[in-house]
Structure formats: structure tokens, C-alpha cells
């Protein structure tokens, strides 16, 4: 019997993610955001329309199989490769840099009692060039950043398959889609500035360093609607940042506000009890606003966190009561 599965990773800039002078392009329209990529990539035609549509800067996708027979591996075989992407900037007219792609690294697959571990790491850096210092010789860079994924993929002989998303660079956002092309993870944290400082020769994997990612859960296709409200309606919304391990709401305190998670990691607390890890994308606050205004749970950076904070009207209303109704979160303690 052959099994078959695949897990890929869309590398995308959101907004907000990027600090310092690098973000002059950006705001002032020369460079461009990229809009989240979709909930489902459901094959390699998809990923190439994306790339084709400047949709994100750069995708890992890698695949596997393995012939099974009484449980037992007979044989396995891995496909699939990286697939960069371009930059465009606007100097009165579009002006398109193609990015540079380094060679795909995949190790020999490890085999076990009845599975194959397939690893891939894939990236690349764009071809606009990017002049800084660096705090490691030779003190300066001109080009750009390296950025990257590293997938594994293990199938088992009974026909169950899993996916991780182990190591990335820090810039920009990785999304991670399964074998039926849904979103299933996302990387919790960007750090442009050290993404700039230590991306490139020995410190990445062509060189001899890996950078494991801090990976998240995905939020809900609901959240994902109000957020695009939320960023992109007439108010552009406050953001906040948060230090690890600080405080973005105690319970019981007052509040009407809604919290947009941009980036890091935030722990949902209940009478001191750890309930839920919440990654960017998280839609908080709801329950206030719909129930006299008090904070129902705490919430504690485990990261240091990006939070964009709105007014209640900044969205529909009976959305929020649908978010509340999906949100279980007591259900769901961290152990």
C-alpha cells in the first residue's frame, strides 16, 4: 500500500512586522505588505498561482510516501522543493527584483519501526539589497537577510501522517498547511531586528546554525474576518506592546477594548489557573463588551507581544457575539 502526504509553509510580510528605517519603504509606499494568505492551499498549481500573484515571499513545500505492507516500511521516497518568490517596489513606476533561492537541504530520511521522517529546509533572500551593520564580523551586510523554513514530514504504515514546522528564520510570518491543504500552525513571533542582524553566512542552516520555531495553533476563520476589519477599517486601531511576562488584562478589571494579537504569545488565566496559549491572530476582549464591561480572564505575555487594541464598534456586533459562543477556552487548560 502507497501513502502519500505533503506539508508546505508560506513565508508573507503582515503589517506591522517590520521596524526601524526598513520600515520607511513600507509606510510610504514604495514597498508593500503582503494580504494573508489563504485558509486552504490545497495543491502545488495553488502555491504557484500565489507566487505568480506576489503573494508571499517565499514557500517550502515538502512531500513523501512510503509503500507499507503488514505494518511494515518497504519503501519511501521525498519530492517537493522551495518555490520563491519576488520583490516589487513602486519608483514611479513597478520595478520587480527576483529573489535569490539557495539550494533545498534535505537530509537522508530517518526510518523507524513502521514510519519515515522526511526533513526539508527551503528559503532564499531577496534581490533588493539591504545595507546594515551587524554585531558580527564582517560588521556589515549589503545583502539582504536570509529567510527560511525547515518542514518535517512523518508517515506512518498504518496511514497516519504528521507534520512540524521545527526551525525558521525569525522574519517574516510562516503560515504551515497540512496534507488536505488546511492551515494547521503559524510561527509565533517576527524579530526583524534580530532577523537583520544574524540571518546570513554561518548563522542559518547552509551555514551551521538552525533557529527553532515558536510555532502556535491557528485562530479561527471568524477571527481572521474581524481582524481584516479591524486593520483595515476607518480607524486605524492603537498598537500596543507588551514585555514578557507583563500584563495586557487582569480579570475583573474594567475594560472595553478588543485585543488583536499581532505577534507573540499570550497565556489566557482564570483564578490563576493556566486555560489557553494564544498565538497572532487571537481575538481577545469580547466577553467584556458583551457582558457589562468586566474582564472575564487574564492575560499574560509569555513572549514579548504586538497587540493592536480597537473600540467595540470597530466591528460587527453580532460577530462578537458568535466569537464568544466559539471560545471555550475553560475547556482547554495548559498542562
Not at 15 to 25: D, F, H, I, L, N
Not at 56 to 70: H, P, Q, T
Not at 131 to 147: H, I, M
Request: glycine share 12%.
Amino acid at each position: 500500500m502507497r501513502i502519500e502526504a505533503a506539508v508546505t509553509s508560506i513565508s508573507w510580510i503582515p503589517s506591522e512586522a517590520v521596524a526601524g528605517m526598513t520600515k520607511m519603504p513600507f509606510e510610504g509606499g514604495m514597498a508593500h505588505y503582503d494580504p494573508p494568505p489563504p485558509d486552504v492551499v490545497p495543491d502545488p498549481h495553488t502555491l504557484a498561482s500565489l507566487r505568480d500573484a506576489d503573494r508571499f515571499r517565499f514557500a517550502n513545500r515538502l512531500e513523501g510516501w512510503i509503500e507499507a505492507e503488514d505494518g511494515r516500511v518497504t519503501g519511501y521516497g521525498q519530492g517537493g522543493s522551495g518555490l520563491i518568490g519576488s520583490t516589487t517596489i513602486s519608483l514611479g513606476r513597478k520595478v520587480t527584483f527576483e529573489a535569490i533561492s539557495l539550494p533545498d537541504l534535505a537530509p537522508e530520511p530517518e526510518v523507524g519501526d513502521g514510519w519515515v521522517r522526511f526533513t526539508q529546509t527551503a528559503g532564499g533572500r531577496t534581490g533588493l539589497p539591504m545595507p546594515r551593520t551587524v554585531s558580527s564580523p564582517p560588521f556589515v551586510q549589503y545583502r539582504a537577510p536570509v529567510a527560511y523554513t525547515t518542514l518535517t514530514l512523518t508517515v506512518h504504515a498504518d496511514g497516519r501522517a504528521e507534520h512540524e514546522l521545527v526551525g525558521a528564520s525569525t522574519f517574516p510570518r510562516h503560515w504551515v498547511y497540512g496534507s488536505d491543504g488546511t492551515l494547521s500552525h503559524k510561527s509565533g513571533i517576527i524579530d526583524f531586528k534580530e532577523w537583520a542582524n544574524r540571518s546570513f553566512g554561518k548563522h542559518t542552516p547552509w551555514g551551521d546554525e538552525e533557529s527553532p520555531a515558536l510555532v502556535a495553533q491557528v485562530e479561527t476563520a471568524l477571527e481572521r474576518e474581524l481582524s481584516l476589519q479591524i486593520m483595515r477599517g476607518g480607524v486605524k486601531p492603537k498598537v500596543r506592546k507588551v514585555k514578557e511576562g507583563a500584563l495586557l488584562a487582569e480579570q475583573g478589571e474594567r475594560g472595553g477594548e478588543l485585543f488583536l494579537l499581532l505577534d507573540g504569545l499570550l497565556s489566557v488565566e482564570v483564578d490563576g489557573r493556566a486555560l489557553a496559549e494564544l498565538g497572532p491572530g487571537a481575538l481577545l476582549g469580547e466577553r467584556a463588551v458583551l457582558e457589562g464591561g468586566l474582564r472575564t480572564a487574564t492575560l499574560r505575555a509569555r513572549t514579548a507581544c504586538k497587540v493592536a487594541v480597537a473600540s467595540a464598534d470597530a466591528v460587527d456586533r453580532d460577530k462578537l457575539v458568535e466569537l464568544r459562543e466559539g471560545h471555550r477556552r475553560e475547556e482547554e487548560r495548559v498542562e
